[in-house]
């Protein structure tokens, strides 16, 4: 069943808090839903807002927000060893991760604590912690808004990449994702390698599904905020990928900055966006209702009353200190209305 909001506000419906309103939000349930909407009267601006967590509004939305309600998690086979789940594109994604974990699943551990729906987790195939949410993905059953039919794309044909996917690019616009498949399995894998993962699981005893998740849950609440305490919307910026040359200039000059190699790609290095921030002095610096996290450079937050405009507005003097102090360009990873 479909609802319908007209002059909607959406404090509550975007983890930044900021106050924005959209001219009307449409609720959904199945596919039906959207082919009866899309065939009586096509909207000509529309937006997917899953939980909100990744989106920011700069102004009132005067178009339609397309937003999923069907939840179901569904296992559709267990072999022993693999175990094929469906779950629909409203699922809280921590939820997911909780149950798969609850249930001597892994694949997803190290995607702990991510603020996200299931629907919105491959659009921008979250990742964390040395793990991507596209190694777990089989299928995904997404309906196209131009064919008025459900699609079903294989992992392969999801184009997926660095917070990266083909529904940001070729797909955007056009698809509505209804439901994602996973592959989990009960063989032990623990993916260790990052960070501070392999101390925190070793304090809590080994590496047990249980230990990871509770190490990987502590090591995100340390660090970032709670975006039901303070609006924010993770990582704002993406992590730059520059030349190499690049990356062997400034090193000279830091030869402490984070860098990292990029899959397939030799000649290009990834830098650590909130390591620069941070270098340029940013971190925790604050101007009206809008700064720069003081534990995550790369979180910028609402202090609370902020508009999306002028959360904007902070992002874009950030990218410019960055810009001029290591002539690096850092993009958002957050959509912006
Ligand atoms: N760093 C600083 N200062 C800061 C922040 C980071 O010096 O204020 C340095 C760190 O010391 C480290 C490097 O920068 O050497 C990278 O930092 P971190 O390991 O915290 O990870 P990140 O690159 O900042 C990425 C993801 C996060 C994810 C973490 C952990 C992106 C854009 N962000 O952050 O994802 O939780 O790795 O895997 O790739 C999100 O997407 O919303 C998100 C939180």
Redesign the pocket.
């Known amino acids: 069943m479909k609802r319908t909001y007209n002059n909607i506000n959406l404090q509550n419906r975007n983890s930044f808090g900021v106050i924005e309103q959209a001219d009307r939000l449409v609720e959904f349930e199945t596919a039906d839903d959207l082919k009866a909407l899309f065939s009586e009267e096509r909207p000509s601006k529309w937006y997917v807002l899953g939980a909100g967590n990744n989106t920011l509004f700069t102004q009132s939305y005067n178009g339609t927000l397309i937003s999923p309600t069907c939840s179901a998690r569904t296992t559709l086979n267990d072999d022993g060893e693999y175990v094929d789940v469906r779950v629909e594109a409203a699922h809280d994604w921590d939820e997911f991760v909780a149950w798969s974990v609850d249930n001597g699943l892994w694949g997803v551990e190290n995607l702990s604590a991510?603020p996200s729906s299931v629907g919105a987790a491959p659009v921008q195939n979250?990742?964390?912690?040395?793990a991507e949410v596209k190694d777990a993905i089989t299928a995904i059953d997404y309906f196209d808004t131009n064919k008025l039919e459900v699609v079903r794309l294989k992992c392969e044909e999801c184009q997926f990449g660095?917070?990266e996917s083909i529904f940001k690019h070729k797909l955007r616009g056009v698809a509505i994702i209804l439901a994602v498949e996973f592959r989990l399995h009960r063989t032990p894998t623990p993916n260790l390698g990052?960070?501070d993962v392999i101390r925190e699981v070793e304090a809590r005893g080994g590496a047990t599904l249980r230990n990871i998740r509770e190490a990987i849950c502590a090591i995100?609440a340390s660090?970032?905020p709670d975006p039901k305490v303070l609006g924010n919307?993770?990582?704002f910026?993406?992590?730059p990928i520059v030349d190499k040359s690049v990356a062997e200039q400034l090193l000279q000059s830091y030869p402490d900055m984070?860098h990292y190699p990029v899959p397939n790609d030799a000649n290009s290095v990834k830098l650590?966006?909130?390591?620069l921030?941070?270098?340029s002095g940013l971190?925790g610096y604050r101007e009206g209702h809008v700064g720069v996290h003081n534990?995550?450079?790369?979180?910028l937050v609402n202090h609370g009353g902020a508009t999306g405009g002028e959360v904007l507005h902070f992002a874009e003097f950030v990218c410019s200190v960055v810009h001029n102090k290591f002539g690096v360009d850092i993009c958002p990873?957050v959509n912006i209305l």
């Open positions: 991510i979250i990742g964390a912690y040395g660095y917070r990052y960070g995100r660090k970032l919307a993770g990582s910026f993406k992590n984070p650590a966006a909130g390591w921030i941070d270098k971190k534990r995550q450079a790369l979180v990873e």
